[in-house]
């Protein structure tokens, strides 16, 4: 089993910017593809990137490539997704989820375990 606990949400400005964290417990996430995704209430789930277990590779959705980037740190268990050039539109709960065998995709189906998510709201 792998714990998942997000956080670094919270209320900025459009324009600015925010760091958000996966730490995981249970097992190391060495190898395991780390994706990001975000969900409005009674919106469907949008995959907004991914890493891979080494972190040589990263896939983004295309309305926040160039604004955000992935990066991990496997000697602290923890993944980042850092948010910059906030915008309105970014707002609503972001979770991060692992799989061990179904690549770095946008897709949440094939992601094992999935942490409670953060709350991230941009004002205008």
Known sequence: ?????????????????????????????DNYVIGWFRQAPGKEREG??????????????????GRFTASRDNAKNTVYLEMNSLKPADT???????NNGSGCSLFGLGYD???QGTQVTVSS
């Open 48 to 65: 907004v990137s991914c890493i891979s277990s080494s972190g040589g590779r990263t896939n983004y959705v295309y309305s926040v490539k």
């Open 92 to 98: 609503t709960f972001y979770y991060c989820a692992a």
């Open 1 to 29: 089993q792998v714990q998942l606990v997000e956080s670094g949400g919270g209320l900025v400005q459009a324009g600015g910017s925010l760091r958000l964290s996966c730490a995981a417990s249970g097992r190391t996430l």
């Open 113 to 115: 375990y999935w942490g």
